[in-house]
């Protein structure tokens, strides 16, 4: 079973970058999709963004598109979420997740995803 927790959050301006880590328990991490949610109070948990073992990716298009990249570093058991152009509505407690499988696909419902981090807090603000 692997764990993952998340760091990298805190207060940024509007317009700016800040990139968020996840660093899984042992290297089996780096055969799981990992995929980042993102919350604020009284809402569900909000896709943002996926990768999978190989490498492919997906974005919630509507919301980062464009602004946030994924990517993962096998040798540090890492998967980093890079934000950039950051407006006030990315702010939101962000999760990592890895899903319940391993070498599978990249998905977008937090049901496919088993082992979460207590999450980092992202505040975007003048």
């Known amino acids: 079973q692997v764990q993952v927790a998340e760091s990298g959050g805190g207060l940024v301006q509007p317009g700016g970058s800040l990139r968020l880590s996840c660093k899984g328990s042992?290297?089996?991490?780096?055969?799981?999709?990992v995929a980042w949610f993102r919350q604020t109070p009284g809402q569900e948990r909000a896709f943002v963004a996926a990768i999978n073992w190989r490498g492919d990716t997906t974005y919630d298009e509507d919301s980062v598109k464009g602004r946030f990249i994924v990517s993962r570093v096998n040798a540090e058991n890492t998967v980093h979420l890079q934000m950039n152009s950051l407006k006030s509505e990315d702010t939101a407690d962000y999760y990592c997740t890895a899903a319940g499988i391993q070498f599978g696909r990249l998905e977008m419902s937090p049901r496919e995803y088993h082992y979460w981090g207590q999450g980092t807090q992202v505040t975007v603000s003048s």
């Open positions: 042992d290297d089996t991490f780096n055969k799981y999709t």
